[in-house]
């Protein structure tokens, strides 16, 4: 199995959280070939991929909201954001669900951008944004309301609570509120307060990732095709079954349970733990 099939399989398997991250990264690779100025060595985002403050702008684009939370400005950006994000979404789906997960992700990033836009035009700036931060933080910061005293190991460090960790974060962003990046930090807090609120709610009955998910299987069902349902003929066989059928049952319950045990294997001990040899048995399982 070369790189390339490596890295399809563990998106496939990775689950929905190790795609957001492929997202991310591939937005980023998109964004180095058409966006980056290596002259002045900057990217310069157009508008309707960044978030900008300008009513003139997000008014007429209003899917920047959602994809300026997958856009970085910088590999730094990007390589820092990504660790987090692996680290928080692993804390998260602990407890709660992919859909789940999702339906957080998307919400934030549109939330924290209702409010960074909105703050920028009280105060009378204009400025645009992008990065994943406020998604990541929500995701962090729900975790933390749900399980603030969940140890987490970290190195160099120990274990540690978990509140203390979003503490930390959640300090540094409010005392570089007014030094620099003051749009990307306002969008973070913003994160972090819908990320309390999802909790509360959904600890109180209310799951607001519901909206996402079925509006994502809205479109998923339209663009869907439908079966092709011909007339035909349809011969009836009273012949007594003969064994092969049953051979062929046997034979997909034994690899089906071949395929449970190896990710029952990757959920406890991770992808990289799995032989070369199991690798390349679930990727043409999932053929």
Same mark, same amino acid.
Not at 45 to 60: I, Q
Not at 170 to 181: A, E, F, S, V
């Given at each position: 199995?070369?790189?390339?099939?490596?890295?399809?399989?563990?998106?496939?398997?990775?689950?929905?959280?190790?795609?957001?991250?492929?997202?991310?990264?591939?937005?980023f690779?998109?964004?180095?070939?058409?966006?980056?100025?290596?002259?002045?060595?900057?990217?310069?985002?157009?508008g309707?991929?960044?978030?900008?403050?300008?009513?003139?702008?997000?008014?007429?684009?209003?899917?920047?909201?959602?994809?300026?939370a997958?856009?970085?400005?910088?590999?730094?950006?990007?390589?820092?954001?990504?660790?987090?994000?692996?680290?928080?979404?692993?804390?998260?789906l602990t407890?709660?669900?992919?859909?789940?997960?999702?339906?957080?992700?998307?919400?934030?990033?549109?939330?924290?951008?209702?409010?960074?836009?909105?703050?920028?035009?009280?105060?009378?700036?204009?400025?645009?944004?992008?990065?994943?931060?406020?998604?990541? @933080?929500?995701?962090?910061?729900?975790?933390?309301?749900?399980?603030?005293?969940?140890?987490?190991?970290?190195?160099?460090?120990?274990?540690?609570?978990?509140?203390?960790?979003?503490?930390?974060?959640?300090?540094?962003?409010? @005392?570089q509120?007014?030094?620099?990046? @003051?749009?990307?930090?306002?969008s973070?807090?913003?994160?972090?307060?819908?990320?309390f609120?999802?909790?509360?709610?959904?600890?109180?009955?209310?799951?607001?990732?519901?909206?996402?998910?079925?509006?994502?299987?809205?479109?998923?069902?339209?663009?869907?095709?439908?079966?092709?349902?011909?007339?035909?003929?349809?011969?009836?066989?009273?012949?007594?079954?003969?064994?092969?059928?049953?051979?062929?049952?046997?034979?997909?319950?034994?690899?089906?349970?071949?395929i449970?045990?190896?990710?029952?294997?990757?959920?406890?001990?991770?992808?990289?733990?799995l032989?070369?040899?199991?690798?390349?048995?679930?990727?043409?399982?999932?053929k």
């Amino acid at each position: 199995m070369n790189i390339l099939d490596d890295l399809k399989l563990q998106y496939k398997l990775g689950g929905i959280a190790m795609r957001v991250i492929y997202w991310n990264i591939a937005c980023f690779l998109i964004s180095l070939v058409f966006f980056y100025q290596f002259s002045i060595g900057q990217f310069a985002f157009p508008g309707w991929l960044a978030l900008s403050s300008d009513p003139e702008v997000f008014l007429f684009k209003p899917w920047t909201f959602l994809t300026y939370a997958f856009f970085h400005d910088g590999f730094l950006h990007l390589l820092f954001n990504m660790m987090v994000l692996n680290f928080s979404s692993s804390l998260f789906l602990t407890f709660f669900t992919q859909k789940q997960y999702l339906g957080l992700y998307i919400l934030s990033a549109v939330f924290s951008g209702i409010v960074f836009v909105l703050t920028y035009y009280f105060l009378n700036y204009s400025a645009s944004i992008v990065g994943a931060s406020a998604a990541i @933080m929500a995701i962090l910061v729900a975790t933390t309301t749900y399980q603030p005293l969940m140890n987490v190991r970290l190195l160099l460090i120990g274990n540690v609570k978990l509140w203390h960790i979003t503490a930390v974060i959640l300090i540094l962003d409010l @005392m570089q509120l007014r030094l620099g990046n @003051m749009g990307g930090h306002i969008s973070h807090l913003a994160g972090a307060v819908f990320g309390f609120i999802f909790i509360k709610l959904l600890q109180n009955g209310t799951d607001l990732s519901i909206m996402v998910s079925r509006t994502l299987d809205f479109f998923t069902n339209l663009f869907r095709k439908s079966p092709a349902t011909p007339f035909r003929t349809v011969h009836k066989n009273y012949k007594k079954p003969t064994e092969k059928p049953i051979s062929r049952i046997v034979t997909k319950d034994k690899t089906q349970q071949q395929i449970d045990e190896i990710l029952d294997k990757i959920s406890q001990s991770g992808y990289d733990c799995l032989t070369k040899e199991e690798k390349e048995f679930l990727f043409k399982a999932g053929k």
